[in-house]
């Protein structure tokens, strides 16, 4: 094959996805899904970066799946889909859920990630008996709850894209007026209390924040995957600054990328969920910030070590190669 | 009939998972274990596509070698610098997602939907047997599950000072000479094999249930190992029984219910254990002040 016939062929692809884009941008359903999904990344990659940061990244995983038997009880309680009602009930059983690990870590000798395994798959065992018992029992119209498993945002309704999108933009507000609270609690908690901040409470506010992101996010990725959305994009934000403030922009960034890219890709192929498609774009996005990434990213690291080496010569090497043998006994210790 | 086959895959299962529970809540890897059972999914899927059947040995390897994969991926994270927990998040997230697409992709040529691979379709156990030239020996999952307990048995009844040892001390087990890579590759590479075969029967989310929550139970038992593994695989069977007493009657899931049960004994354990317990606690301090 010639080049040129090969370039004209990609170019030709290209049109045709550039087509079907523009298409789905104009079909105004499709519009709102995709702002929606858009606005979801954004705001948890903004939350998650603080979670991150005071290292409870796992903690999304847990909200998430202690959601399902809330979600499950607010359908039960009111017979009808609506988010709102959803999000209430979510918002309590990830409450509950977030008491119920302090109450084991402080009360018992168990771990914090033991207790929140516990939490975790005992309210997901909780949540799939009461799933099985609506679709058993005599709930009608509860077609499309286990749509919550693995997210299908094209199932979302006007009303729901609106609630969505408030409560998004809600959260991102809060980070933004609240930001320098925030950055203190997460950085020093100690001296934050020293200046008079109230640390307990921010400390739940956080908390809380994340268990409305975590269930706005179920939405569009579904229970399973949706702690993707809050470490992911932090963790790749991480590669590329030092500075919080460029953090939260660029996690914020990855996760709307992350989130529009579920949405277009799922609208496309119909059968395809819209969570695992977000998360593979998240993803992506960490390998290419943990290669390339301007500050932590393995190339630059390598680089700079290069450089080093140059410079130090000899006696660098040396030790290096003590440091690495010290590296490898941490290692094993570690392990 | 069909009861004593579910019961004893159940029974199965916890015996499996109880072991390996005890040492992955001592050595604080109860996450890495829930990491595992959801990393597993593309092994898991690539093997059916490739090979059409559900019980194959291939599907068994290339399960394995993706829970392996997934340990290994969530160490290089960390030591290149991720929170140790947030690597966890990342690698099977990634892994999970994977996995989902390709069921939903190849959904129509493959007989394995997301509910099964979720909750488990531990109440068909007995459809699936065994038929060796004519004889029916058994459902299919009884064999693989046992196959896995007798191997897990072995390995750890060998090898029982060394894992003891580096479950508690590992910086000495290394200063010994023992291979603790090694050892640590061989814990993770059984949580993968007592994953896939449990999946089947009992799903995804019920492994992390019965790898962690009896385990859990047992630790506020005793203070003695052997005894936690004892008690870890004690609390599993008993939760089985209870558990599926319960979904006979609500009608329900009966991998949710089992892990609910685990769940009631958990809290049970954590309220009213007579070394450990949030009651006995309180009237030691009691005492203590009076």
Redesign the interface.
């Known amino acids: 094959m010639t080049g040129a016939g090969w370039r004209s062929r990609t170019s030709r692809k290209g049109e045709r996805i550039m087509n079907t884009l523009w298409a789905l941008l104009h079909d105004p359903n499709m519009r709102w899904i995709f702002i929606s999904c858009t606005l979801l990344g954004l705001s948890s990659g903004v939350i998650g970066c603080f979670s991150?940061l005071r290292?409870?990244?796992?903690m999304?995983?847990t909200l998430a799946?202690a959601a399902l038997p809330g979600i499950c009880i607010a359908f039960m309680l009111t017979g009808t889909k609506s988010i709102l009602y959803f999000l209430i009930g979510a918002g309590l059983a990830g409450v509950v859920a977030t008491f119920g690990i302090g109450l084991?870590t402080r009360?018992?000798?168990?771990?914090h990630?033991?207790?929140?395994?516990?939490v975790?798959?005992?309210f997901?065992?909780?949540?799939?008996?009461?799933?099985?018992?609506v679709q058993?029992g005599g709930y009608g119209n509860q077609a499309g709850l286990?749509k919550f498993?693995?997210g299908q945002a094209a199932s979302m309704i006007g009303s729901d894209v609106l609630t969505l999108s408030i409560v998004s933009l809600f959260l991102i507000t809060i980070c933004y007026f609240l930001f320098k609270q925030f950055k203190l609690v997460s950085f020093d908690p100690g001296f934050a209390k020293g200046i008079g901040y109230s640390v307990g409470f921010y400390e739940q506010l956080l908390m809380l924040l994340m268990v409305v992101a975590v269930v706005v996010g179920i939405q569009a990725v579904g229970v399973?995957?949706v702690?993707?959305l809050?470490?992911?994009p932090?963790?790749s934000a991480?590669y590329w600054t030092d500075r919080l403030g460029v953090m939260v922009a660029v996690s914020g960034v990855f996760g709307a990328i992350s989130g529009a890219t579920g949405a277009i890709v799922s609208s496309t192929a119909s059968?395809?969920?819209t969570?695992?498609?977000t998360?593979?774009a998240a993803?992506a996005l960490?390998v290419l910030s943990?290669l390339f990434g301007s500050k932590?990213g393995?190339l630059i690291r390598r680089l700079v070590q290069q450089r080093m080496k140059r410079r130090l010569g000899f006696a660098y090497e040396e030790q290096a190669a003590t440091a690495s043998v010290d590296e490898r006994?941490n290692?094993?210790?570690?392990? | 009939m069909s009861d004593f086959w579910i019961l004893l895959t159940g029974v199965l299962v916890a015996s499996c998972s109880g072991i390996l529970g005890a040492f992955l809540?001592l050595r604080?890897?109860?996450?890495i274990?829930?990491a595992i059972s959801?990393s597993v999914m593309p092994g898991i899927v690539i093997a059916f596509l490739l090979s059409g059947s559900r019980d194959s040995l291939l599907m068994m390897v290339a399960a394995m070698a993706c829970g392996l994969f997934a340990v290994f991926l969530i160490q290089l994270?960390q030591?290149?610098?991720?929170?140790a927990?947030?690597?966890?998040?990342?690698v099977f997230?990634?892994l999970?997602?994977?996995g989902?697409?390709l069921v939903?992709?190849f959904?129509r040529q493959v007989h394995l939907d997301?509910?099964a691979i979720?909750?488990g379709e531990i109440a068909y156990v007995h459809w699936n047997t065994w038929i060796v030239s004519g004889v029916d020996l058994g459902p299919k999952a009884v064999w693989l599950l046992g196959g896995t307990l007798i191997i897990i048995v072995t390995v750890i009844s060998l090898f029982y000072k060394q894992f003891k040892l580096?479950t508690f001390d590992?910086?000495l087990a290394?200063a010994l000479g023992i291979p603790?890579?090694l050892f640590?590759y061989l814990l993770m590479g059984m949580v993968s094999m007592a994953t896939v075969s449990s999946f089947e029967s009992v799903g995804a989310?019920?492994v992390?249930?019965m790898?962690?929550?009896p385990?859990?139970t047992a630790?506020?038992l005793t203070d003695r190992l052997g005894m936690m593994i004892l008690l870890s695989v004690g609390v599993g069977i008993a939760s089985t029984f209870v558990g599926y007493g319960a979904?006979v009657i609500?009608?329900?899931?009966i991998?949710?219910?089992?892990?609910?049960a685990?769940?009631i004994l958990?809290v049970l354990a954590?309220l009213f254990s007579p070394s450990?317990?949030?009651v006995a606690?309180k009237l030691r301090l009691r005492k203590l002040v009076a």
């Open positions: 991150y290292k409870q990244s796992l999304g995983d799946h084991i009360h018992s000798r168990i771990k990630d033991s207790a929140m395994g516990i975790l798959s005992g997901f065992g909780l949540g799939i008996v009461l799933l099985t018992i058993h286990d498993l693995f399973i995957l702690a993707s809050i470490i992911t932090a963790v991480r059968s395809l969920p969570g695992p498609l998360v593979l993803t960490f943990l932590r393995l006994i290692k094993e210790a570690a392990l | 809540v604080k890897m109860a996450m274990g829930d959801h994270f030591q290149k610098g991720v929170q927990d947030a690597s966890i998040g990342v997230t990634a999970f997602a994977i989902v697409l939903s992709l959904a997301q509910d979720l909750y580096i590992p910086a290394a603790v890579a640590h989310i019920l992390v249930g790898l962690i929550i385990a859990a630790y506020l979904a609500i009608d329900a899931s991998a949710g219910c089992i892990v609910c685990a769940g958990f954590f450990h317990g949030f606690k």
